[in-house]
């Protein structure tokens, strides 16, 4: 049974011994609409040692981790455990309880909004506690997502800045299990992983193609590569080898800068996900009600499709595609 705490009152102090804590950190006092808040899950093992922090449904449609998290947080046996599996598996609950990206309160998206503000609105209060509570406790951070819109491989992405953090992040990652890799030699502003930046964390996320619903595909590698990283840290004594992804990629994080489409319509794809493809090559056109083409939209690199449109119906300004580059190592 969880308790409920006003997250100004919370410390991890008083929640330290060995053992496992169900917290829900209220945000704004309960009234006449739904208690808005970071659930959270602490497992403290019977000896210190380095803390997991995990994240899931920072979009509120990307729901693997949210089983994941709880299934691991379930099975862990914290007599054995040393140190701390720390995890919030909910932390856009408004945008959850919608099941969309971005929260119904203030149309903001999260994972843009960080480090937020303490008196701002709904989502940047999120930002804030999550940014400044939390993610500080971590010795290793991992935020799982899941592609919606956008189909994405399964994959852990990691940090390949060149920082002391990144040699970390970049080790965890290929421990993960996750067939695909992809470094980044930086991400965009106002992620989850920007608070972890800025605190000098290693960090890394983790992407799979389902989204909105739970794939019985894609979940095993969620909970193996939490338990992974918790194995990697000797929390738990569990084997986490380095091991060879299928696929290397590298290049910016930022999904923002994915080719958009300048017209509406349906779009219907010219390629497929993880597809070699030349600089200029069709990656996809968008239709007008009667199959007239009113854009066609090609590759502008070489490299990797790693992103790629999933909901053929789209608005002028929305990302079809993303073209990685490919490492051989
Ligand atoms: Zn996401």
Not at 130 to 139: C, K, N, R, T, V
Not at 160 to 171: C, H, L, N, Q, W
Not at 174 to 193: A, I, K, Y
Request: glycine letters at 10%; one cysteine or more; aromatic letters at 8%.
């Amino acid at each position: 049974m969880a308790i409920n705490i006003e997250i100004d009152q919370f410390r991890f102090a008083d929640f330290s011994g060995a053992g496992k804590h169900s917290i829900f950190l209220e945000i704004s006092p309960a009234g006449s609409g739904e208690q808005i808040g970071i659930p959270l899950l602490v497992a403290n093992g019977l000896k210190p040692g380095k803390t997991l922090v995990a994240f899931a449904a920072v979009h509120g449609d990307e729901l693997e981790g949210v089983q994941a998290i709880q299934d691991v947080f379930r099975q862990l046996e914290t007599d054995a455990m040393n140190g701390r599996f720390i995890a919030v598996p909910v932390a856009n609950l408004p945008a959850f309880r919608a099941v969309q990206r971005t929260s119904p309160i203030d149309s903001l998206n999260l994972a843009r909004t960080f480090p937020g503000r303490k008196d701002g609105s709904v989502t940047e209060r999120l930002a804030y506690y999550l940014g400044e509570l939390i993610i500080p406790q971590a010795d290793l951070f991992i935020d799982l997502h899941s592609a919606s819109a956008s189909l994405m491989p399964t994959m852990a992405g990691y940090d390949a800045s060149g920082t002391e953090a990144s040699k970390v992040s970049k080790d965890a990652a290929f421990r993960t299990g996750m067939p695909v890799m992809w470094g980044h030699s930086d991400v965009g502003p106002g992620r989850t992983l920007y608070a972890a930046i800025e605190r000098g964390i290693p960090w890394l996320y983790v992407e799979s193609p389902s989204g909105r619903r739970i794939s019985n595909v894609e979940l095993p590698y969620y909970v193996d590569a939490l338990l992974n990283l918790l194995g990697h840290l000797k929390v738990i004594d569990r084997d986490a080898p380095v091991r060879v992804p299928k696929l290397h990629l590298f290049g910016s994080g930022d999904i923002d800068r994915t080719q958009s489409v300048n017209v509406g319509g349906f779009f219907v794809q010219r390629v497929n996900l993880l597809d070699r493809v030349e600089k200029g090559r069709l990656v996809g056109e968008v239709r007008d009600l009667f199959g007239e083409v009113l854009e066609e939209v090609r590759t502008l690199s070489s490299g990797i499709v790693a992103v790629l449109r999933s909901d053929p119906l789209v608005n002028p300004g929305d990302p079809v595609c993303l073209v990685a580059e490919f490492l051989s190592d």
